[in-house]
């Protein structure tokens, strides 16, 4: 049987392709299978089809995808997931997904920041959420059982090698023992450990590195995060929420709290248009060197937009402003600011399996790393799922046919055990949610947009002082359920991720893509490496393997007059 951990795009799709393979699994969520982070994506899903530009193939995908990494992608991890492009987009047709077409019937596909052609295909605006629908579909055709409401706590391995997973209900703290002969970790990234983020409360709060990690494997290029330039500040239990590039894409204009178009500061000839690093890095030093608004953002401006530009072209931002602050976008800008958007690094997989260092564990998604390098591609994040979530479980399968016997360790079951027992037992003075708070606080302060030593430093003497006030957190379970528990579990996921996120941007002591060092703020060809952590022996350099002649000659500039970069 194979296990896999997390029911977003990148879960489903694994498990259907076991399940179609005749191979036993099951797929286990802390989030309803119907509610993951993937229905979020909007963007699009990239693929060299052709259906738009014949001339586009999977070499010039490669390409981009290569050159906007700033040269940190594994090159055989892109090859793979670019070769396999066509086939992710067959099969959710086979699925019955309905894409946007052309008047012929071919697929729509349109430009999508720094692509040389147009290879993104998409489903309106909420191709992620028509995914999701489209795998939870297929996945009950096939009868795959779901555990939604169960919190994975820790991995099981004996010699190497994982032998299941541990865990409880969140609704009434039943626990979960399962055996499995391989382990697949689709549990998204950990944007969530900073105070502004895209992602919703209770998720990417870094389980998928907690989990690996404790485990046996490591996490490369921690520090690689995207911020997105645009996420809500108020009101504070949405603060992070995204309003779309649709809105810059369209002709907004960004301001700040004099009124001052800044972008022709910073990039005179693309302005609003630009690349998300470059007008996130712009707004925060706006904010920072005291011309942002008295809540600590910019200003997103459409006003100047005819209204029914506004209502036809962005009526989702429309809507969204008008239910979080019953503000009217056509009368008012937006007051907005840069946002933790998306897990660049994640955990160490090998290219051809995405296998980790320890048998029978795989990594898949947001939680992996090896595609995006210092800066994603626009588009290219849904098109990972379903590649590497067909390819991880054809080798998840043939590794659990390959066993003949498997070890067990009663240790480690009741080690795990335990760790549940010995954290409902607690009854100390500190409150897990503030605990929460004071890491996404340390993470926001020094760990954020722009980096710098003293600032990382300081941020890792605070994470000491963090980590041992979780020594004597308190838990509480009540009527409402196990949150309580799961939220000391998510405090334990988000303190190793902050620590390795800390200590891996000390080391990078360049600027690379979205990674900005104030005080180092050049590329140093020395630094084109991926930096590896474990919790044991902290950061390895280990060096980016060459990028094949053929895909090299095509990497260029792609010009961006008229696009919005991503």
């Excluded at 389980?207 to 009101?235: K, M, N, T």
């Excluded at 005819?306 to 009526?315: D, K």
């Excluded at 160490?348 to 990594?363: F, K, M």
């Amino acid at each position: 049987m194979v296990l896999v951990i997390g029911t977003g795009g990148a879960g489903l799709r694994a498990a259907i392709e076991l399940a179609e393979a005749g191979i036993d699994v099951l797929a286990v969520g802390k989030r309803a299978k119907d509610d993951p982070h993937t229905v979020l994506a909007a963007g699009g899903i990239n693929a060299a089809l052709g259906t738009m530009d014949p001339e586009d193939s999977w070499q010039q995908h490669a390409a981009d995808t290569l050159k906007e990494s700033y040269l940190l992608a594994d090159p055989r991890t892109v090859e793979i997931a670019t070769q396999g492009a066509a086939r992710g987009i067959d099969d959710l047709e086979r699925y019955g997904m309905e894409f946007a077409r052309e008047a012929d019937g071919r697929i729509s596909q349109r430009y999508f920041g720094a692509h040389t052609f147009r290879r993104t295909a998409f489903a309106g605006d909420y191709t992620g959420l028509e995914i999701q629908r489209t795998l939870v579909r297929r996945a009950e055709q096939l009868r795959i059982p779901v555990l939604d409401g169960v919190y994975i706590t820790r991995l099981l391995t004996h010699d190497g090698a994982v032998f299941g997973a541990y865990g409880f209900a969140l609704t009434d703290g039943t626990p979960h023992l399962i055996h499995a002969d391989a382990v697949i970790l689709a549990t998204g990234g950990h944007t969530r450990i900073w105070r502004r983020t895209s992602s919703r409360r209770d998720e990417n709060t870094g389980d998928s590195f907690r989990l690996a990690a404790e485990a046996g494997a490591r996490l490369r290029d921690p520090e690689l995060v995207q911020f997105h330039p645009s996420g809500l500040i108020a009101p504070e239990s949405a603060a992070g929420t995204l309003v779309s590039e649709a809105a810059r894409g369209e002709g907004g204009i960004l301001r700040n709290a004099s009124g001052d178009r800044f972008m022709t500061r910073y990039d005179p000839d693309r302005m609003e248009l630009s690349t998300r690093d470059r007008v996130a890095l712009a707004s925060y030093t706006e904010i920072k060197e005291g011309r942002g608004t008295p809540r600590g953002g910019v200003l997103l401006d459409v006003t100047h937009l005819p209204r029914q530009v506004v209502m036809s072209r962005l009526p989702r931002v429309y809507r969204l402003l008008m239910d979080l602050q019953m503000l009217d976008i056509t009368r008012e800008p937006i007051e907005i600011a840069p946002t933790a958007h998306y897990s660049m690094g994640g955990v160490l997989v090998r290219p051809e399996d995405h296998g980790t260092e320890v048998r029978g564990l795989y990594a898949i998604g947001e939680a992996a790393s090896g595609l995006h390098g210092a800066n994603r591609l626009g588009g290219n994040s849904l098109i990972e799922l379903l590649v590497f979530g067909r390819i991880t479980a054809q080798a998840a399968a043939a590794y659990s046919l390959s066993l003949t016997t498997q070890t067990r360790s009663p240790t480690a079951v009741a080690q795990a055990r335990e760790e549940i027992d010995d954290l409902l037992a607690a009854d100390g003075p500190e409150n897990v949610r503030a605990l929460q708070r004071a890491v996404r606080n340390t993470m926001t302060e020094h760990a954020g947009v722009v980096r710098d030593e003293e600032g990382l430093r300081a941020g890792l003497t605070e994470l000491d002082g963090i980590e041992e006030r979780m020594r004597s957190v308190g838990i509480h379970p009540d009527i409402a359920g196990y949150q309580d528990l799961a939220h000391a579990f998510d405090l334990k996921a988000a303190a190793l991720s902050a620590r390795a996120t800390l200590e891996a941007a000390l080391e990078r002591r360049e600027t690379r893509g979205c990674h900005n060092r104030s005080d180092y703020p050049d590329t140093d060809p020395a630094l084109q490496v991926n930096l590896v952590w474990s919790p044991t022996a902290g950061i390895t350099r280990e060096t980016v393997p060459a990028i094949p002649a053929e895909i090299t000659a095509l990497m260029q500039e792609v010009s961006s007059e008229g696009k919005l970069v991503e």
